[in-house]
């Protein structure tokens, strides 16, 4: 059974920085691309970032980027998302999803406040 | 990359047939057959019900059925039932590492 935990949200403060991780099982960790999805509060699906199998290519959307950074250690089998310079804008639940095959973790919620 | 176009809410009666479109372009939609769909239960995470357009994971019911043609795919819900109110998401491959989301779609059972 697959399975996509994700950790490490919480409370920031605005210009803060937080890192998430999600840890994997269930399926080749290291041949899959692996992907991070958010949604704020009340909104829909926003792509955030993608990392290839290797991690050797990233993929960030614009709003996210020079901020974020995604990598991956598949010794560990996991995902990481290191955000920082954090923004009102940027709370919301972060999903850890592998979007070819449909799979996705609970999410981990990330508030942004003073 | 700009989003998906879901309608914002469909309805229909239990055992009745809804279908929900997801417009897009020739640079995602209509260039891979790479559409999925989601459904989402208030407080909870997205669930898979159709990946490569037309293909269901184990556990869907067969009443959840994708097509696609052209620019726009369409997720249809045959013999709809109460536990099937909920938001919807499309969702496509858009070249190299891109993939884009429609914004949704609430259906109600009536």
């Known amino acids: 059974e697959v399975q996509l935990v994700e950790s490490g949200g919480g409370l920031v403060q605005p210009g803060g920085s937080l890192r998430l991780s999600c840890a994997a099982s269930?399926?080749?960790?290291?041949?899959?691309?692996i992907h991070w999805v958010r949604q704020a509060p009340g909104k829909g699906l926003e792509h955030v970032s993608a990392?290839?199998?290797?991690?050797?290519?990233?993929y960030y959307a614009n709003s996210v980027k020079g901020r974020f950074t995604i990598s991956r250690d598949n010794s560990k089998n996991t995902l990481y998302l290191q955000m920082g310079s954090l923004r009102a804008e940027d709370m919301a639940i972060y999903y850890c999803a592998r979007l070819m095959f449909g799979d996705w973790g609970q999410g981990t919620l990330v508030t942004v406040s003073s | 990359q700009s989003a998906l176009t879901q309608p914002r809410s469909v309805s229909g009666s239990p055992g009745q047939s809804v279908t929900i479109s997801c417009t897009g372009t020739s640079s995602d939609v209509g260039g891979y057959n790479y559409v999925s769909w989601y459904q989402q239960h208030p407080g909870k995470a997205p669930k898979g019900m159709i990946y490569?357009?037309?293909k269901r994971p184990s556990g869907v019911p067969d009443r959840f059925s994708g097509s696609k043609s052209g620019n726009t795919a369409s997720l249809t819900i045959s013999g709809l039932q109460a536990e099937d109110e909920a938001d919807y998401y499309c969702?496509?491959?858009?070249?190299?590492?891109?993939?884009?989301f429609g914004g949704g779609t609430k259906v109600t059972v009536l």
């Open positions: 969702c496509s491959y858009a070249g190299g590492y891109t993939w884009v």
């Open positions: 990392v290839s199998s290797d991690g050797g290519t990233t």
């Open positions: 269930g399926f080749t960790f290291s041949s899959s691309t």
């Open positions: 490569d357009v037309i």
